[in-house]
């Protein structure tokens, strides 16, 4: 296979930030701090005539007054200069502009959109591709390029092309914090040149990239993307977030990126034709992405359920079997294991595991999910830790602790799929500094190192769970 | 209206602890200890053949042995001993006896639904009001009564009747940490004598509780149960979340609390028909719980949303439209406060308000919303602070912080219902240790400190908006 175009782009010896700023907090000196502190080790040249030095680096009044060629340019000056910089950019041999550079055709302004054509027209000539206008760029921690302070140094297989920059940035952190790396990000805002269809393209091509997700506000070529999308779904999986569905989404899009957003039901209909997956909103994105990073492939849906008191059991049945889990009793081989191990409550104990009736009488929460793992009844097992330590903190610890390893243990030696929830907690001050949530922090970072993937709720985990099932049934599906 | 019987009972004057224990981490010992850590005023007295104290108290071997009379028991014996219990409780003057007990009917068992039965006549024959079999009992932090460790000491208007006593100590945890707190708490496991329409009775006559939820798995009398509910509805929101709604959920409370479940359906039409509210997990009904206890009425549903960078609004738009609201667009007169304020973008800033086109233009966030609280165009206000703080740790914590007193002095000065986003985070070791979480627990502190409900997504807070929207067109609504 050739080398697709956007690689030697994404690839450059050199960067340079030009309208870069030595004002902490503009948009021009983080863009340029960030190839600093991510680690970028080719040339960077801030440009910038009302600088001698940013950051330590020597500034230049302009590109042409760079002394190498450049081969990476992120634009950081007002939309009237672009057309200016793109000549300069074509003297220096640029391949590829950034335009972080907004205010076209986004701001429903006449002027500003054939501004905006104009660009294209001139780029096109010059033969710079562009990402943008109007987004954030790159994050592609393997070269150290980033477009945000705090997210992760190192890289994984997700690759992600997205019409929002700021929910990029978000979306990285909140996936990092349940576990996944991203091999590169791209925020492409108004689409002008580089477009979904090539970001999609590329990766399913790229040998860092084993998951997909994008988010989309519209396409301008319908049939390009759709053809692209399923070509691209037959080796990796594609999951699929859609802003702007209902009417004022629509218009919101439309001042967000220009784009001609398309009704939530076309849209849903065109992501299951070509393959890929649809979630709702960026929550069900990261299910999905966590699921596929750290979950081999699912093929049943009777689940085990261990977790939560009595309440939370019977809820954990209610939400399994509603998203299309199978919610099978105990089998009779684990019944007559309990009769030896667990005999006053043999017959009492289910699936749900209600673990608030195991004390004492000789089986643990562990033990159960170690029957069940080893069970040919079960396909999937779901852990459910969204109980808060109710008891005292000694005994809490411990538990919780113990339980934490023997799960682990689990999921070490068995070959089932182990979905483990964790509820997310809108804690306080005095919440934060409590031994409670410092705990929860300490067992999802355990389970994390595991490779165990964490859900927020039951409801979520089950959801994702089917998903990947019904993705399974379609694909050779594999532990990607 | 005369004083409802329940009154009486939770107000005990001295309580014994039937079955106390001194090693930690047994139930005769929390429950014990709870009275001591809560602040239990009036006489506690441990029972138990084995010891002579118990955390300071003097121990005494039998009921019977008390010196005092007893107005409340609390039973951690076995099924086995409950009888012989309840002979002494006659004999000395027992009005309720909390059966923490379990293993009757739940357990499937004949002989133990039988004991059951013998327990309940034995009661009814003595006059002894009966809470459970099988469950929690009673928080009540006014009379320094729990069930559980590190619940809230400080008391508020919410009462709840829950047949989990697990779930209902996660639900005041989760509630009391978006600002919630207790009238008291009734944990009813098995409701073999009193059973949840006396609890429904009680709360909507109790002066101390302003609004009510429910957790329930089956009723045993559902006439009863239909008639009570329309009944309190009239008087007091009543939220419900039904557990054991499919087959396997059902087959859960079955063993959980020996209950009869019913169909999801049927249940659904007879909450809407009573007029109660229907939340489908803890989730929803802490965030209707949140909404009746923090907002005003809601009689509109056009929505001004600020908050959120590019997609974020997007998605917002689109999600609060699913939820049955309408984000409306910006009315001329903010078009015309736009020009002389922010002329750059007066006609490119939108609702919901992207926030990441204001900078440097003139309006904050805090002057956006602060338009759309006195524009008669919105009836309610949404603020989205979901977004990670991307920037700088200097600049965010400025901005964030200077957001919050902003929307704060809104919600004091206007009378519009204003909800607030904060996303809730699966947070790691380090996560924990960050300054950005550390500055998220700081603000919701000081949200709810101002009275001011925070959701943990835009589509929670706006499917909790339209729920209470259509509460207030039914019901004679008010600020609860």
Redesign the interface.
């Known amino acids: 296979m050739p080398t697709h175009p956007l690689e030697e782009v994404l690839h450059p010896r050199s960067v340079a930030v030009v309208g870069a700023s030595g004002t902490?907090?503009a948009w021009g000196y983080?863009f340029t701090r960030h190839l600093l502190d991510y680690g970028f080790r080719g040339q960077i040249y801030p440009v910038n005539p009302n600088y001698q030095e940013i950051l330590g680096l020597k500034v230049y009044p302009s590109l042409i007054a760079i002394p190498e060629m450049v081969d990476y340019v992120i634009s950081c000056v007002p939309a009237g200069e672009v057309l200016n910089m793109l000549a300069e950019c074509l003297q220096k041999g640029v391949k590829v502009v950034h335009l972080y550079t907004?205010?076209f055709s986004?701001?429903?302004?006449r002027q500003a959109a054939e501004l905006e054509q104009e660009v294209l027209r001139q780029a096109r000539k010059s033969g710079i591709r562009l990402i943008g206008p109007n987004c954030m760029g790159l994050y592609y921690p393997k070269e150290g390029i980033s477009f945000?302070?705090?997210l992760p140094k190192e890289s994984g297989g997700v690759g992600m092309a997205?019409?929002?920059?700021?929910?990029?940035?978000?979306f990285v952190?909140?996936a990092a914090?349940?576990g996944i790396r991203f091999s590169k990000v791209v925020s492409y805002g108004n689409a002008l040149d580089l477009d979904e269809s090539d970001y999609l393209d590329y990766f399913s091509q790229d040998p860092e990239t084993r998951i997909i997700v994008v988010?989309i506000?519209g396409v301008k070529n319908g049939r390009k993307f759709f053809d692209t999308l399923r070509r691209v779904t037959a080796s990796k999986p594609v999951i699929i977030?859609k802003?702007?569905?209902?009417?004022?989404?629509a218009?919101?899009?439309a001042?967000?990126?220009a784009s001609l957003a398309g009704t939530?039901r076309t849209w849903r209909a065109v992501v299951a034709q070509a393959g890929a997956l649809w979630a709702e909103?960026?929550?069900e994105m990261t299910d999905l992405a966590v699921s596929f990073y750290f979950l081999p492939p699912i093929h049943g849906l009777r689940v085990g359920i261990t977790g939560?008191?009595?309440?939370?059991?019977?809820?954990?049945?209610?939400?399994?079997?509603?998203a299309g889990l199978?919610?099978?009793?105990l089998p009779p081989e684990i019944r007559e294991e309990l009769k030896v191990k667990a005999h006053p409550i043999w017959?009492?104990v289910?699936?749900?595991v209600?673990v608030?009736?195991l004390g004492g009488f000789g089986v643990t929460s562990t033990d159960m999910l170690q029957m069940m793992a080893n069970n040919p009844s079960f396909d999937l097992l779901l852990a459910n830790i969204?109980?808060?330590p109710?008891?005292?903190?000694?005994?809490s610890i411990l538990r919780f602790r113990s339980e934490t390893d023997g799960y682990i243990r689990i999921r070490k030696e068995s070959s089932k799929p182990l979905l483990v929830v964790?509820?997310?907690?809108?804690?306080?001050?005095?919440?934060?500094n409590?031994w409670?949530?410092?705990l929860?922090?300490?067992l999802?970072?355990k389970y994390?190192a595991a490779n165990i993937p964490?859900y927020?709720?039951v409801?979520r985990a089950a959801r994702a769970a089917r998903k990947l099932f019904d993705y399974c049934q379609r694909n050779e599906c594999q532990h990607y």
Not at 243 to 249: A, E, K, P, V, W
Not at 326 to 329: A, D, I, T, Y
Not at 425 to 431: F, M
């Open positions: 902490a907090g983080s907004a205010r986004e701001t429903g302004r945000a302070y705090d997205s019409q929002t920059g700021g929910g990029a940035a978000v952190q909140l914090m349940r988010y506000e977030t802003g702007g569905r209902g009417q004022s989404g218009r919101a899009a001042s967000h990126t939530a909103n960026f929550d939560g008191g009595g309440g939370p059991s019977v809820l954990s049945a209610d939400e399994c079997e509603e199978e919610v099978v009793p017959d009492w289910s699936n749900p209600d608030s009736i969204t109980e808060v109710l008891a005292r903190k000694e005994d964790f509820g997310e907690k809108s804690l306080g001050v005095e919440d934060h409590h409670r949530w410092q929860t922090s300490e999802r970072t994390i964490i927020p709720s409801a």
